[in-house]
């Protein structure tokens, strides 16, 4: 499998992923459908939260992303500015939000946003909450991988950026360079695990032994641990759901036992489903899936200035 398939594969694997957990969103895990009767569309009889949402429609973590990458190709680098005001847009107009329709906003992001819009800096933004921890900058950050040419260290520092604008607690920058640094490694198709731990060594090399950020990593995120996964929206359980999930065999079968977690279904699948997508290629997501996802046409243009910047 080339570089290009893993490419699409990483960008409309998460599209799709955060598509497919959208239905299921804010259910507990012992009320969701079997694993085998999770899908695009819900089983009979289940009432998804966000009602009168059409089945196939990515939420809040696909436009952002997407918001992200567009961003990214614009500018030629990370521009916070750039892509603060894209978050805005799509909060408050609906940029690359399906129909321009905004119906899933966190509440730490749509503080951050608030502030944005009354003129504090993307740099300072994300600090709303000193203490959030929430997933809302990485559900988003996987185009920053898929685009990036720089060496790791580059990598890392922007990770560290981009979720300054809404989520700036260390916890959050670490969690993101971390799976940039997994994501790059899977690109370069090393297996999924390996490409894990060496994620992890590289940011420790990274950090030194005696920094903020090191310290977090060890104390906090916690790489060598075991993972849990309790389907909620703090960034680390994320991590961990996307660790487990991972160890299914398919594209399809990673983003249903995603959303078998429960809650964050779509942030946990689509941070499991970017990778998967990478993993697989584009030909490993299901073609009735992808069939299915509406606002194909919207992003097809982007992905593809993607897949040309990094063929070029």
Same mark, same amino acid.
């Given at each position: ?22 239905? @299921? ?7 969701? &459908? ?39 190709? =614009? ?46 800096? &993307?740099?300072? =933004?994300?600090?709303? #909450? ?82 903020? @950020? ?12 075991? &993972? ?22 398919? @594209? ?23 990778? =998967?997508?990478?993993? #697989? ?32």
């Amino acid at each position: 499998m080339d570089v290009l398939s893993r490419i699409r594969g990483g960008l409309w694997g998460l599209l799709v992923a955060d598509a497919v957990g959208v239905p @299921y969103e804010f259910h507990a895990m012992d009320h969701l &459908p079997p694993l085998g009767q999770i899908d695009l569309v819900p089983p009979r009889g289940f009432q998804p939260w966000h009602v009168g949402v059409p089945h196939g429609t990515w939420s809040d973590d696909g436009a952002q992303a997407l918001c992200l990458a567009d961003s990214l190709l =614009a500018k030629g680098r990370l521009d916070l500015e750039d892509f603060a005001n894209r978050l805005i847009a799509w909060h408050d107009h609906g940029l690359w939000a399906v129909d321009g329709r905004v119906f899933d906003v966190g509440n730490q992001t749509r503080d951050a946003i608030s502030r944005l819009r009354a003129g504090e800096s &993307p740099e300072r =933004a994300g600090f709303v #909450h000193p203490e959030g921890k929430g997933n809302g900058a990485l559900m988003r950050v996987l185009p920053l991988a898929l685009w990036h040419r720089g060496l790791d260290e580059e990598l890392i520092a922007d990770a560290h950026r981009q979720s300054l604008v809404t989520h700036g607690h260390v916890t959050n920058q670490v969690c993101c360079a971390l799976y940039c640094l997994w994501a790059r490694r899977m690109l370069a198709g090393m297996d999924t695990d390996d490409a894990y731990m060496e994620a992890v060594r590289t940011l420790r090399r990274h950090y030194g032994s005696a920094s903020e @950020y090191r310290t977090d990593l060890e104390n906090t995120v916690r790489p060598d641990d075991a &993972p849990v996964a309790d389907g909620s929206g703090y960034v680390v359980a994320t991590l961990h759901a996307a660790r487990l999930a991972l160890r299914e065999s398919s @594209y399809e079968m990673v983003v249903k036992r995603a959303i078998s977690f429960g809650i964050d279904t779509d942030t946990n699948a689509a941070v499991a489903g970017g990778l =998967a997508g990478i993993r #697989h290629g584009l030909e490993g997501i299901p073609l009735r899936w992808l069939e299915g996802l509406r606002g194909k046409e919207m992003a097809e243009p982007l992905v593809e200035r993607l897949v040309g910047w990094s063929a070029g």
